[in-house]
């Protein structure tokens, strides 16, 4: 039987935790947000709609029992990331976790975007968690506090690169590059700093932007993946509470892949002879050992 898609901590593993997602109102960060809310940690959930954050708080502290705070916060706007930090330790007193979790996406040929198109990106996903993670991290190196812990969601094209989504390509590989350089200049502090890399895990937000109409039934991309199917949100909150977990304390400026082995699938120089039926091989073996004689 698959456990993939239930809890794997069963009790309060986050309890007294106080845990900031950013985007945490839709999507993945909302998968995250509630299993720590579920775990016993308190929430806070953020991003530009404070609508869509209230109703998700209220419907969330129904569902755990937690104690979930929404905040209006754009990433982008370092004033609006430091009153999101006084809003978490007014109500709640410290904070323990950030999750910059917060992305914009779409697919476009490079030369179809403006400037400002690619600078949105880029200032969403760099940006933002730059904001985040140096407002955060002050604040924890000023008050001496013993731990902390921040966990970036990038993504597998941080790595490769990927063509019709350079400007969250590029983001997403800063967002990397920052994660590994401040675990090793952070450490001294208490503060481990690790990744999530994501492979496909539907979410309304990436799909519509990425497989807009009927591309989602053209490309079907659990046909990419090597254990053939899309990743679950829970087997996502699972590892992040994990790393956001004391279970962690040495896993530190680790990328960590959760994608059913899609990247290495488009890399191995030979992984395209998968397409061979069993009943070839005897014949292909013949013939190369013909070649030794
Ligand atoms: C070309 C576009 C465009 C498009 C917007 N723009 N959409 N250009 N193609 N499809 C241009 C606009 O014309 C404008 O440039 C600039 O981008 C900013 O657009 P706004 O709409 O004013 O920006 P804003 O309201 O801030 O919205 C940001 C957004 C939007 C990124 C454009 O999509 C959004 O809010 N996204 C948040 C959620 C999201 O994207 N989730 C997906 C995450 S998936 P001009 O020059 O005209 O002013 C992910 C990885 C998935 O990150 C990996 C899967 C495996
Ligand atoms: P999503 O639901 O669209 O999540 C993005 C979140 O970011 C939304 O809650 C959005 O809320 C928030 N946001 C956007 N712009 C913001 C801003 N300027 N300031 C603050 N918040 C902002 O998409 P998702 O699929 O769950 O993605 C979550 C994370 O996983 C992202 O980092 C993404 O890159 C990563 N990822 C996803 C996949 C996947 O297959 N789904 C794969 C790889 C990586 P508002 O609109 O209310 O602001």
Redesign the pocket.
């Known amino acids: 039987m698959s456990k993939f898609n239930e809890p794997m901590f069963k009790s309060q593993e986050l309890k007294d935790y106080v845990i900031v997602v950013t ?1 945490g109102g839709s ?1 993945l960060g909302l998968a995250m947000s509630k299993y720590f809310s579920q775990l016993g940690a308190k929430v806070v959930i953020s991003s ?1 709609n404070i609508d869509k954050l209230k109703i998700v708080a209220s419907e969330m502290e129904t569902e755990t029992g937690g104690t979930v705070l929404p905040v209006k916060c754009d990433v982008r706007n370092y004033d609006e990331v430091e009153a999101m930090l006084q809003d978490t330790l007014k109500t709640f007193g410290k904070v323990d976790g950030l999750v910059n979790n917060a ?6 040929p490079t030369e ?6 690619f600078d ?2 880029i200032d ?2 760099l940006k933002g968690s730059k904001n985040c993670t140096l407002a955060f991290g002050k604040h924890w190196i000023q008050t001496k506090q013993e731990k902390a812990t921040i966990l970036n969601i990038v ?3 941080a790595f490769t690169g990927s063509a019709y ?1 350079v400007p ?1 390509a590029t983001a ?1 590989a800063g967002v990397l590059a920052m994660t590994r350089s401040l675990a090793v200049e952070w450490a001294k502090y208490g503060i481990r700093t690790n990744a999530i890399a ?4 539907p ?1 309304k ?2 799909w519509d ?2 497989l807009p109409g009927d591309l989602k039934d053209k490309f079907d991309i659990s046909k990419k993946v090597p254990l053939k199917r899309v990743g679950d949100h829970q087997e996502l909150a699972n590892l992040a509470a994990y790393l956001m977990s004391d279970y962690s304390a040495y896993v530190n400026g680790e990328v960590i892949t959760i994608d059913g082995g899609e990247w290495l699938q488009g890399a191995g120089e030979f992984n395209m002879l998968e397409a061979i039926p069993k009943e070839l091989w005897d014949m292909l073996e013949t013939m190369i050992r013909s070649k030794n004689k």
């Open positions: 985007g999507g530009r992305a914009g996406n779409f697919i476009s179809r975007l403006s400037a400002h198109a949105t990106i969403i996903v993504t597998t094209y989504v969250s997403k994501p492979g496909p895990f979410t937000g990436a932007r990425l």
